[in-house]
């Protein structure tokens, strides 16, 4: 009877401690989640048809990208190819609509891996980008993280969920460009995360510019 007691106190004990770290302290790192307040929660959406235009359109830029293998961009890689599906996860937006967080799953067969699976046919990988709209066009900026080689399409949809709606947070926001709010807070749509894409948007301008005028001051690694 005390041995019975013992095992159930043992299993109870043991459930709790791993709810406790996967959903309250937070299991990756052991980060403590930092979940948006209820009254910051971004409540936005926009109409089921925009949303699908929207989808599209983000669709064939990240294409565009996975093709072109930039360097500093998540498409790097050649493990992305012509028969990669870009799956749009997610689409969160700011109140007036003008800037947009996207959660992307992308879906490879195995055989793209180094060490392929065996006896699954595809794995999935994910990260986030952001995106501004000017007028009728969307610019894209990557913002990552980025999580890979997973068999579950649905695990993988909640590691990047988790990552920008719960743990997206920075240790230290003290930092210029530190990650403030989760993705899913109202004032993330004005931090500095935005100045920062439009540094970057500047200074890869500049460059593309420079490649044009004078390509022998330019070095790019090799693609892989």
């Known amino acids: 009877m005390k041995k019975t ?26 980060r403590k989640n930092t979940d948006t307040p209820d009254q910051f929660l971004n409540k936005t959406v926009t109409k089921k048809e925009d949303y699908s235009k929207d989808s599209l359109t983000i669709s064939a830029k990240l294409k565009d990208l996975l093709l072109r293998h930039e360097n500093e961009d998540f498409f790097y890689s050649k493990e992305y190819f012509e028969g990669t599906d870009i799956i749009i996860d997610t689409i969160v937006y700011s ?12 879906k490879n067969p195995t055989s793209r891996q180094l060490l392929p699976t065996k006896d699954k046919d595809y794995y999935y990988n994910a990260t986030a980008y952001l995106c501004v709209r000017q007028q009728d066009t969307l610019h894209l900026s990557w913002l990552g993280p980025s999580f890979t080689s997973s068999t579950d399409k649905q695990d993988q ?29 109202v004032r993330f749509w004005t931090s500095s995360e935005w100045q920062k894409i439009e540094e970057d948007r500047i200074k890869k301008k500049a460059f593309e510019e420079e490649k044009i005028k004078h390509p022998e001051n330019i070095y790019e690694p090799p693609k892989r």
């Open 95 to 106: 109140p007036d609509l003008a800037k947009l967080g996207i959660l992307v799953l992308t």
């Open 5 to 30: 007691i013992f095992i159930i106190i043992s299993v109870v004990v043991i459930g709790l401690t791993f709810y406790y770290f996967k959903n309250i302290y937070g299991w990756l790192e052991f």
């Open 157 to 185: 949809s909640n590691y990047i969920r988790q990552e920008c709606f719960r743990t997206f947070v920075s240790k230290d926001t003290t930092e210029k460009y530190a990650h403030k709010y989760n993705l899913n807070d």
